[in-house]
């Protein structure tokens, strides 16, 4: 089975900290993905990547950046941590993007910036 | 992504088969049908896909249309822990077609 592992369920940082989440894969997928969820938002894509170091912005990239050093490990930093980013941050992975690849969620970290 | 419909909320007996429906009327040619599920605070779980033929896996079984236009999806013994809400997707072989994007989705409910 595949499995995404997020560092963390549950997080709580202060305005102004710079946050590191951690998502790994134990499946060799090359497309990692992080999203943000929040209710009456649904599912929002805040940065891609296709292989190591290759990153491509989502929706909304404001705030946030990304580090793919190797292809298990995809890092999503937020520079300088604000109130607006309290959210749901879900990773996901896939093998490809092509339609007939599923993505694979993370059990997701619950941020609160306080 | 074609736009998909399905009803809001649905109820099961434990142990009894639960069949969600979903809409995908504009579906072309080369897009798949997926079946996610989200159970409260926690990460979306991938079910099963398909295209055009009928599929089963360990969790459930997906029925596509001849048509294509609609499907079900089929929970054969329904558990409590099968209380989640379900996403049914369209979804191209694209490269643009990267981001998920969930609709409403449907509240599946089992009661005990």
């Known amino acids: 089975d595949v499995k995404v592992t997020q560092s963390s369920r549950y997080l709580v940082k202060r305005t102004g900290e710079k946050v590191f989440l951690e998502c790994v894969q134990d499946?060799?997928?090359?497309?990692m993905f992080w999203y943000r969820q929040d209710p009456g938002l649904g599912l929002r894509l805040i940065y891609f990547?296709?292989?190591?170091?290759?990153?491509e912005k989502g929706d909304i990239p404001e705030g946030y950046s990304v580090s793919r050093e190797k292809k298990e490990r995809f890092s999503l930093i937020l520079e300088s941590a604000s109130t607006n980013q309290t959210s749901m941050y879900l990773c996901?992975?896939?093998?490809?993007?092509?339609?007939?690849?599923?993505?694979?969620f993370g059990d997701g970290t619950r941020l609160s910036i306080l | 992504d074609a736009k998909t419909t399905q009803p809001p909320s649905m109820d099961c007996a434990e142990g009894r088969a639960a069949n969600l429906p979903c809409n995908h009327s504009?579906?072309?040619?080369?897009?798949?049908v997926y079946w996610y599920r989200q159970i409260h605070s926690q990460g979306p779980q991938y079910i099963i896909h398909?295209?055009?033929n009928n599929e089963t896996n360990e969790m459930a079984s997906l029925i596509i249309t001849e048509d294509r236009k609609s499907s079900t999806l089929i929970l054969p013994h329904a558990t409590l822990r099968d209380t989640a809400v379900y996403y049914c997707?369209?979804?191209?072989?694209?490269?643009?077609?990267?981001?998920?994007?969930f609709g409403s989705g449907t509240q599946l409910t089992v009661l005990p």
């Open positions: 997707i369209v979804r191209g072989y694209s490269g643009s077609a990267r981001q998920l994007t």
């Open positions: 504009t579906i072309s040619g080369n897009e798949y």
């Open positions: 398909g295209l055009k």
């Open positions: 996901a992975s896939s093998k490809t993007t092509g339609g007939g690849q599923p993505q694979h």
């Open positions: 499946m060799d997928h090359e497309n």
């Open positions: 990547s296709y292989d190591v170091k290759m990153k």
